[in-house]
C-alpha cells in the first residue's frame, strides 16, 4: 500500500493552519506600527521643527551662498535633494552647485551637462551657478582616484567666485562607495578643515546596504543618536540664531519637497534605468538627509 511516505508538512498546511494566520496577523500588525512611527518621525522633522538649529544648523539656515560639491551629474539629486530645497527655502539664500566632472564615463558628458540644467532649475539652483567641470584630471572614472590638488583648486576657485559661505559634501563612504564621491570627500574634508578661510562644511552621511534602501525605515535608527535635540526642540524651540548645535543635522523632506526630487530626476533621462524607479522611493537619502560638520584643526 502507497501511503505518503514523508511526515514533512506541506507549506499549503502550515499558511492555512491558524498559528502561522496569528503570527502573520501579529507581525503585520507590528509593521504597520513601525511604518507609522517612521512617517509621524518624518511629519515631525520636515514640518514641527524643520526650522530649530538642533536639527538644522543655524549656519546652514542663514547661508547666503550655499555651495553643493558632488562628483557627477545627478548626484545632487540622488543624495543631496533634502538638503538642498530646505536650505534653499530660505529667499535670502543663494543655491550653488559644483559637479567636479561632467559625468563622461560613457560618452554622454554633454548630454548629461544639459540634463544637470534641468534638475537644478527644479531644485531652486540657477542656471549660471549650476556647474559641471570637464577637467582632464577630473573624469568620470569608477577606477581611478582623483588628485586632491586639483579638486580643492576646483572648489575653491568657486568659493571665491560665488562668496560661499557654507558647503555640503560626501562623506568618506561616498554614499555609494564611488571612488570619484570618496576622492571629492577627502579633498573637501582636508580643505574645510586646514584653511582658515574655508567655508564650514558639512558631509551627508554613509550607512550600510541595508539602512540606505530600507525606506523610512531607517529613520527611527538614524534619529536615535537626535533624540534629545528632538525632544528639545518640541518642548522648547530654539531660534535660528543658536549656534550650539551647528555640529550635525537632520533634515527632511517635506511631501512637496518629495515630489520636487523626483521631478529633478525625470531631467537626468539618460540616467534612467527601472532600478532608479525603486531607488527614488527606497533610498533614504531622498527622504531625509544626515549631516556631520567638519571640524577645523587648529
Ligand atoms: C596632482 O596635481 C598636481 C598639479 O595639478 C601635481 O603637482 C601633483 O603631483 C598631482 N598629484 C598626484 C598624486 O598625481
Redesign the pocket.
Known amino acids: 500500500m502507497a501511503s505518503r511516505p514523508s511526515a514533512r508538512p506541506r507549506l499549503a498546511d502550515i499558511v492555512r493552519s491558524k498559528a502561522f494566520r496569528r503570527a502573520a496577523k501579529i507581525f503585520i500588525r507590528i509593521l504597520t506600527i513601525i511604518l507609522a512611527v517612521c512617517i509621524v518621525l518624518q511629519v515631525i522633522l520636515a514640518y514641527a521643527i524643520a526650522k530649530d538649529p538642533r536639527i538644522f544648523p543655524a549656519a546652514l539656515q542663514r547661508s547666503k551662498n550655499l555651495l553643493i560639491v558632488t562628483a557627477h551629474p545627478d548626484d545632487e539629486t540622488l543624495f543631496f535633494a533634502p538638503s538642498i530645497l530646505s536650505v534653499l527655502d530660505n529667499p535670502v539664500t543663494t543655491g550653488g552647485l559644483l559637479v567636479l566632472s561632467n559625468g563622461n564615463n560613457y560618452g554622454l558628458g554633454d548630454v548629461r551637462k544639459v540634463e544637470l540644467k534641468g534638475a537644478c532649475e527644479v531644485l531652486g539652483v540657477a542656471e549660471d551657478r549650476c556647474e559641471a567641470l570637464n577637467r582632464p584630471?577630473l573624469q568620470d572614472n569608477p577606477r581611478q582616484w582623483w588628485?586632491?590638488?586639483?579638486i580643492i583648486s576646483s572648489v575653491k576657485e568657486y568659493v571665491e567666485k560665488w562668496k560661499i559661505d557654507a558647503i555640503i559634501t560626501f562623506d568618506e563612504g561616498g554614499i555609494s562607495g564611488h571612488i570619484n564621491h570618496r576622492a571629492v570627500s577627502g579633498a573637501v574634508k582636508k580643505y574645510g578643515s586646514t584653511d582658515s578661510n574655508a567655508p564650514v562644511t558639512y558631509l551627508l552621511s554613509s550607512v550600510t546596504l541595508l539602512r540606505k534602501y530600507s525606506f523610512l525605515f531607517d529613520l527611527p535608527l538614524t534619529s536615535l543618536s537626535f533624540t534629545w535635540r528632538i525632544v528639545g526642540a518640541l518642548i522648547s524651540p530654539a531660534s535660528a540664531t543658536e549656534q550650539d548645535f551647528g555640529d550635525r543635522a537632520l533634515i527632511a523632506n517635506t511631501w512637496p519637497y518629495y515630489l520636487r526630487t523626483r521631478e529633478a530626476f525625470r531631467s537626468h533621462h539618460s540616467q534612467y534605468s527601472w532600478d532608479r524607479s525603486l531607488y527614488l522611493v527606497l533610498a533614504r537619502q531622498v527622504w531625509f538627509n544626515d549631516l556631520v560638520r567638519v571640524e577645523r584643526q587648529h
Do not use: I, Q, R, Y
Not at 588628485?147 to 586639483?150: L, Q
Open positions: 584630471e588628485n586632491e590638488t586639483a
